[in-house]
T-cell receptor, first 114, second 113 residues
Framework: EAQVTQNPRYLITVTGKKLTVTCSQNMNHEYMSWYRQDPGLGLRQIYY???????DKGDVPEGYKVSRKEKRNFPLILESPSPNQTSLYFC?????????????FGSGTRLTVV | GQQLNQSPQSMFIQEGEDVSMNCTSS?????WLWYKQDPGEGPVLLIALYKAGELTSNGRLTAQFGITRKDSFLNISASIPSDVGIYFC?????????????FGKGTKLSVKP
């Protein structure tokens, strides 16, 4: 089944403890992206990647890192999480940048930083 | 960055009623997309629009690409309880990083049986 898989689905952590949220897609998509969703603010883009080793900042990149060493994986790294990074995170992918038929989203990772 | 204004922010309706929501932008898009997010899940594409003035239906859903290319609306007819969720509009331009989707803030729909 074609899908975007995120892990974990739920995570509670403490301030300052480094964490990684994984994202993997099995559709050979070039484009991948991370969003955070907060009440009243909708979906805001954190980082995106147009292909292997090509990443760029979205609208809210502060406090996050990403890497794209392989086409299928696009992990989101929080080096020193803070409570304001408590949010619902989504990974998405599409065959290529500018693909006009929309993205495929993962099921989300709900992160709580205490 | 670019922003989309989506309204209303939330709606509480009775089962069987029709629903209308819209999205406006200060800039032009080549593509308008409408997504639905069920509780606890990621957004799923409902309808995609590619031409100014285009009207497209998907079952009880109808969406239109505004003639100015700066707006779009989504109608749901005869709502049912499973229509509950958050509906997002998204605009897209082609080419380079402009291919990123810009999302509205969402319309939260609640349906009373």
């Amino acid at each position: 089944e074609a899908q975007v898989t995120q892990n974990p689905r739920y995570l509670i952590t403490v301030t300052g403890k480094k964490l990684t949220v994984t994202c993997s897609q099995n559709m050979n998509h070039e484009y991948m992206s991370w969003y955070r969703q907060d009440p009243g603010l909708g979906l805001r883009q954190i980082y995106y990647s147009m292909n292997v080793e090509v990443t760029d900042k979205g609208d809210v990149p502060e406090g996050y890192k990403v890497s794209r060493k392989e086409k299928r994986n696009f992990p989101l790294i929080l080096e020193s999480p803070s409570p304001n990074q408590t949010s619902l995170y989504f990974c998405a992918s599409s065959p290529r940048t500018g693909w006009p038929y929309g993205y495929t989203f993962g099921s989300g990772t709900r992160l709580t930083v205490v | 960055g670019q922003q989309l204004n989506q309204s209303p922010q939330s709606m509480f309706i009775q089962e069987g009623e029709d629903v209308s929501m819209n999205c406006t932008s200060s800039s032009i898009f080549n593509t308008w997309l409408w997504y639905k997010q069920d509780p606890g899940e990621g957004p799923v594409l409902l309808i995609a629009l590619y031409k100014a003035g285009e009207l497209t239906s998907n079952g009880r859903l109808t969406a239109q690409f505004g003639i100015t290319r700066k707006d779009s609306f989504l109608n749901i007819s005869a709502s049912i309880p499973s229509d509950v969720g958050i509906y997002f509009c998204a605009g897209q331009n082609y080419g380079g990083s402009q291919g990123n989707l810009i999302f509205g803030k969402g319309t939260k729909l609640s349906v009373k049986p």
